[in-house]
C-alpha cells in the first residue's frame, strides 16, 4: 500500500521512551542510531509527580511507568496535558495486582486489599492521569496482547485524524511477579509515549499514515534490540521509533493481529 493510497497523516510531535538502560528518548536515539551499545541496567525509581500525595503512595509500578512515559513526551511539547486525548496501551495491565488479589483469595480469610482492588481496572493509569492533569477528554484503554502497541497507535492516530484532536498514545508493560512470570516471562519494563496532532506545525518530527495490512512485522537488525522487541509488547515499537531517531522515511509494519500488521508511513523531516 503506498502512501498516497493511505488515510489522512497524523503529525508526531514528540516522543518518550524508557527501558532498562534506556532511561530517556535521547538515551535510546543515541542506540537506535548504532552511536552506542544498548547495555540493560536497572531503573531508578520513579516518582510521579504530578500526582497529589495520596494516589502517589497507591500508585504501582504499571502506573508509575506510564506516567514516566507521558510526563517526558509533554515536558517540552508545547500542548497542555489537560487538553489532550489519551489513549493507554498495554497487552496485559498491572499483573503484580493481579497476583496479589487471586493469592488474597485462595487463603483464608479472602481479604482483598481495597487499593489493590482500586488498582486492579485496566484503565487504572488512564484514570490516574485524568486526576493528575484535570483531563475531561475522550480517553481509551487498549489491550492486544502483542499487538497493544500497534492497536493503541492506530486508536491516536484515527482521534488525532478524524477527530482533530492532539492525541497522547502511552504504551507500557511490567514484568510479572510469581508465579504469572512463568506464564508471561517479560524480562524488561518498557514504555513508550507518542504525542500526535492533526496539523503540520513548528515542531513536528514526522508525520504518519497507518492502516492495517496482511504482511511480516518489520524485525531490526541488532540482537540485542530485537531480543528487547519480541520481550515487551510496548517494544513492538522499536523499528518506528529506530527509522524516526535515523531520520529515515519508510514503512514499518507493526504486530496488529495474528493475521495484520500495522502499516505505518513514516514520513521524516531532518532526524530529530
Not at 480469610?109 to 475522550?138: C, E, K, L, M
Request: glycine residues 6%.
Amino acid at each position: 500500500m503506498t502512501a498516497a493510497a493511505m488515510p489522512a497523516p497524523s503529525f508526531l510531535t514528540s516522543v518518550a521512551w524508557v527501558a532498562p538502560g534506556l532511561l530517556d528518548w535521547p538515551a535510546a536515539r543515541t542506540v537506535l542510531r548504532g552511536e552506542s551499545v544498548w547495555t540493560a541496567a536497572e531503573l531508578p525509581t520513579f516518582q510521579p509527580e504530578r500526582l497529589p500525595p495520596n494516589e502517589r503512595r497507591r500508585a504501582s509500578a504499571t502506573v508509575r511507568m506510564a506516567f514516566r512515559v507521558a510526563d517526558e513526551a509533554l515536558r517540552d511539547a508545547g500542548v497542555a496535558a489537560d487538553e489532550l486525548a489519551t489513549v493507554f496501551a498495554s497487552a496485559d495491565g498491572d499483573l503484580a495486582i493481579a497476583a496479589r488479589i487471586c493469592t488474597a483469595l485462595a487463603q483464608p480469610p479472602r481479604q482483598v486489599s481495597p487499593t489493590d482492588f482500586h488498582n486492579s481496572v485496566h484503565n487504572a493509569p488512564a484514570g490516574y492521569w485524568s486526576i493528575a492533569v484535570g483531563a475531561t477528554g475522550p480517553s481509551t484503554a487498549v489491550a492486544a496482547g502483542d499487538g497493544s502497541f500497534a492497536a493503541g497507535l492506530l486508536e491516536a492516530h484515527l482521534m488525532a485524524v478524524a477527530e482533530r484532536r492532539p492525541t497522547l498514545l502511552v504504551a507500557y508493560d511490567v514484568p510479572a511477579p510469581a508465579p504469572l512470570q512463568a506464564k508471561r516471562p517479560l524480562r524488561h519494563a518498557v514504555g513508550t509515549a507518542l504525542l500526535l496532532l492533526p496539523q503540520d506545525g513548528p515542531r513536528t518530527l514526522a508525520s504518519l499514515r497507518c492502516a492495517p495490512l496482511a504482511s511480516t512485522e518489520t524485525v531490526l537488525d541488532d540482537a540485542a534490540l530485537e531480543a528487547l522487541r519480541t520481550d515487551n509488547p510496548a517494544a513492538r515499537a522499536l523499528p518506528l521509533l529506530q527509522r524516526l531517531a535515523c531520520g529515515h522515511s519508510d514503512a514499518i509494519d507493526l504486530p496488529l493481529t495474528p493475521d495484520l500488521s500495522l502499516r505505518v508511513q513514516l514520513q521524516c523531516g531532518s532526524p530529530p
